[in-house]
């Protein structure tokens, strides 16, 4: 979700020790699992969303003052796991994916990279399992649309 | 046509090249990263962004609230001096004017 190796190394030790110091709390309305995704998915968009807040703030203090650097962009994300093979087009796939809104990018992530079913991914986020099925499938009509235009953009 | 169904072919690849990808692995310090946040809580808790600027709105309204009420008083202090040449408006003011 975070498409930066470091950073999720941090993400996942920061939800070790939120695990560790809430599991008296765990009420165990969903699965143990179900509940670390959780903890994890709100920890992630948690960066996120003060990623963007960053981003708005440096832009305005860019305009402000022209000496600042402009900020860089994130550079190419390169998941360890995948077979080299597929790297290529699994890269434009994750530049997609970041191009999403944060719940359409969490419910296909959970969905197609990490495989879990519809029911655990509602669970997950708390919402019915109707609307996790009209994310996805916004998520992979959007997906869609940005990759054909990159198809166009790169066979030009 | 033809170029329409290649692009779709690649679309679909790209979306399917995950399949089969390996979890990734954590690094050799991955524990000690988390017996460390453990020892040392995490720091002090700073105001959220959304408070922190309903906190810069709510001083500049008052700041621009209080140039105005500063200013409208002082308009009305300078109206007053100005009767005191007029010797007919200083008998208004003291109403000691009558109808005869």
Redesign the interface.
């Known amino acids: 979700m975070v498409q930066d ?1 470091g950073l ?3 993400i ?3 939800v ?2 939120t695990v ?1 110091r809430s599991v008296l709390s765990f009420n165990e309305r969903s699965s143990i699992s179900t509940w670390i995704y959780r903890i994890t998915v709100n920890k992630c968009l948690d960066h996120l969303r003060a990623k963007t ?1 960053q981003k708005r703030s440096g832009f305005l203090s860019m305009l402000f003052n022209k000496d600042e650097q402009p900020l860089h962009d994130q550079p190419v994300f390169d ?5 080299l093979e ?1 790297k290529e ?2 890269r ?2 994750f530049e ?1 994916i970041e191009t999403l809104p944060d719940n359409q990018k969490t419910v296909f992530i959970l969905a ?2 990490e495989e879990l079913p519809h029911k655990d991914i509602a669970d997950i986020m708390n919402m019915s399992v109707k609307a996790v099925e009209s994310l996805l499938q916004r998520a ?1 009509a959007n ?2 649309k940005k ?2 235009t990159v ?2 953009k790169e066979n030009e | 046509m033809e170029n329409n169904r290649q692009k779709e072919q690649w679309i679909d690849e790209v979306l399917h090249s995950t399949q089969g990808m390996l979890r990734a692995e954590p690094s050799a310090g991955f524990m000690a990263g988390i017996e460390a946040k453990l020892r040392h809580p995490q720091g002090k808790k700073s105001l959220s962004f959304p408070i922190k600027w309903a906190a810069a709105a709510m001083l500049l309204l008052a700041l621009n609230i209080g140039s105005v009420v500063y200013a409208t008083g002082k308009a009305h202090k300078t109206a007053t001096p100005a009767a005191d040449s007029n010797p007919f408006a200083r008998d208004i003011q003291s109403q000691n004017l009558y109808n005869y």
């Not at chain 1, 998941?79 to 077979?83: D, T």
């Open positions: 190796h999720a190394e941090d996942a030790q920061e070790f020790v560790f807040r998941h360890p796991g995948i077979q597929r087009k699994a434009y796939l997609a197609h990279i992979k997906l869609r990759l054909a198809y166009t």
